[in-house]
């Protein structure tokens, strides 16, 4: 294939990623946003997320004349072969996801798509959704094209770029095999399929992982009440190759933008034709159970009461490398915290801005500043490059919880402190 001609729609993480990349790719991509503050800043070149490599492709796009944003999708779609909808699908009220957004780009597009085109949903979508957009578009010269997406937050332009499948699906194929074409050039494996199995791969891929997150997490509280140590409970399991070693690190609890709505929208989706998905609801109980440990820790941490504690926490994204904060595990074991009446001082990298309830300070030491409890919530690697001898002098008490696992025990110890982690032996 050659140039095609794309409108991207939503230029969040993965709309930015994707008209960024596909214009690395050679093709010509308009990207479009409602929000007008951040198409004038992504026109001038400036990129507000934390993404390795994004800041650059916007740049190089923009120079080459590849890539242009503009608010206002009727315009960006009249000329497009290809039109991305890249738009927010949150967890509804009932629990489902809301596709407010998406019905509202289909709505303000349909009838200035061009005859030929191609709808391609890559937000994350329930089964049945391109069915439904065929629908509201009621255009027989127009398909529609579930791609789901798959890359994470943090690494998006490598996933992008160097995927480990592309999942195309849809009634008409030839459209299906034109949007599979756009990524010819990554040389990944991929899958053609209908739209309504395109659809179900994204939930299944993801609740998968939740539920291997939830199930690790359950061995590693086994591990703390039978005396074993999940360090190496988990290198026993992943080198297992049916296993592998990744989403195998017990936390918190699992979060993020993606996998709590997405397992709650399976679950609605499983509940619309009566099928009780119960693995699936084991797992979302099992998460918030976790969190629940974690706080009973931090609690047994400072002497069994929160109220008037000092807690400080490092990290507050959920996961090392983004500055997402959307359903953040750091943030909800926070607001509990704050909710028992503990002052909470936090620090996170990639984090300046105020959050209710606590302090977030810029410079890590100050979490340490007289804290009965030093709590590590996401696993930025500069935290285990502190010095603890310096954090240790600065606290009142003298426990550290790493519930990412992340410091070394010995370090800590050597610190005069001691490490409570998630699954292996307490360090005293
Ligand atoms: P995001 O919130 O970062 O970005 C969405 C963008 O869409 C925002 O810039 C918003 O202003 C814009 N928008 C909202 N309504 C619009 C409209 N009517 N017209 C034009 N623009 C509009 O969201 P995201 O994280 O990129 O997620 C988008 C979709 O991709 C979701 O369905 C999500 O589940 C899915 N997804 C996300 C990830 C991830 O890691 N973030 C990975 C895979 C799939």
Redesign the pocket.
């Known amino acids: 294939m050659g140039t095609a001609r794309i409108a991207v729609?939503?230029?969040?993480?993965?709309?930015?990623?994707t008209g960024a990349c596909l214009a690395a790719l050679g093709h010509r991509v308009t990207c479009?946003?409602?929000?007008e503050v951040?198409v004038a800043r992504l026109s001038a070149g400036r990129v507000d997320?934390l993404e390795p490599g994004l800041p650059e492709l916007v740049v190089e796009g923009l120079a080459a004349g590849r890539l242009s944003f503009v608010v206002g999708?009727r315009a960006a779609v009249a000329n497009a072969e290809g039109v991305f909808l890249?738009?927010?699908?949150?967890m509804g009220a009932g629990g489902g996801?809301d596709l407010r957004?998406v019905e509202?780009?289909v709505a303000?597009v349909g009838d200035a798509l061009p005859a030929g085109c191609a709808v391609i949903t890559?937000?994350?979508?329930p089964v049945g959704t391109a069915e439904r957009i065929a629908g509201l578009l009621d255009r027989d010269d127009v398909a529609v094209v579930a791609n789901?997406?798959?890359?994470?937050?943090g690494s998006?332009v490598a996933d992008f770029l160097g995927p480990d499948r592309i999942v195309v699906g849809s009634a008409d194929p030839a459209a299906a095999r034109w949007v599979a074409g756009l990524y010819r050039d990554l040389g990944a494996p991929t899958v053609l399929t209908d739209a309504a199995s395109a659809e179900l791969v994204?939930y299944a891929a993801n609740c998968f992982l939740a539920m291997k997150l939830s199930y690790v997490n359950a061995v590693a509280e086994l591990c703390e009440r039978l005396g074993a140590d999940v360090a190496a409970v988990t290198e026993g399991m992943g080198h297992d190759r049916r296993i592998g070693r990744t989403f195998l690190a017990p936390g918190p609890g699992w979060g993020?933008?993606?996998l709590p709505?997405?397992t709650s929208a399976l679950l609605r989706i499983a509940e619309s034709v009566g099928f009780d998905f119960g693995l699936l609801s084991a797992t979302v109980a099992e998460n918030i159970a976790q969190r629940d440990r974690v706080i009973a820790k931090i609690a047994a941490a400072a002497g069994g009461s929160l109220a008037g504690t000092r807690i400080g926490l490092l990290g507050l994204a959920f996961k090392a490398g983004t500055n997402?904060l959307?359903d953040s595990p750091a943030l909800s074991v926070a607001s509990v915290l704050c909710a028992h009446g503990a002052v909470v001082t936090a620090h996170d990298p990639a984090v300046a801005e105020p959050l209710p309830g606590m302090a977030v300070v810029g410079d890590p030491y100050r979490v340490a500043e007289r804290a009965d409890v030093v709590v590590v919530l996401t696993e930025w690697p500069e935290f285990a490059a502190l010095d603890w001898a310096a954090m240790a002098a600065r606290m009142a008490g003298d426990t550290v919880v790493d519930t990412r696992n992340l410091l070394d025990p010995d370090t800590v110890l050597a610190a005069g402190l001691s490490w409570t982690g998630v699954g292996r032996p307490r360090q005293r």
């Not at 479009?32 to 929000?35: G, I, K, S």
């Not at 890249?86 to 949150?90: F, N």
């Not at 890559?122 to 979508?125: D, M, N, Q, Y």
């Open positions: 729609v939503g230029t969040g993480y993965v709309g930015l990623t479009v946003d409602v929000d951040k997320i999708a890249c738009v927010p699908t949150p996801a957004a509202a780009v303000e890559k937000s994350t979508v789901p997406e798959f890359l994470r937050e998006a994204k993020g933008s993606c709505k997405d997402d959307r």
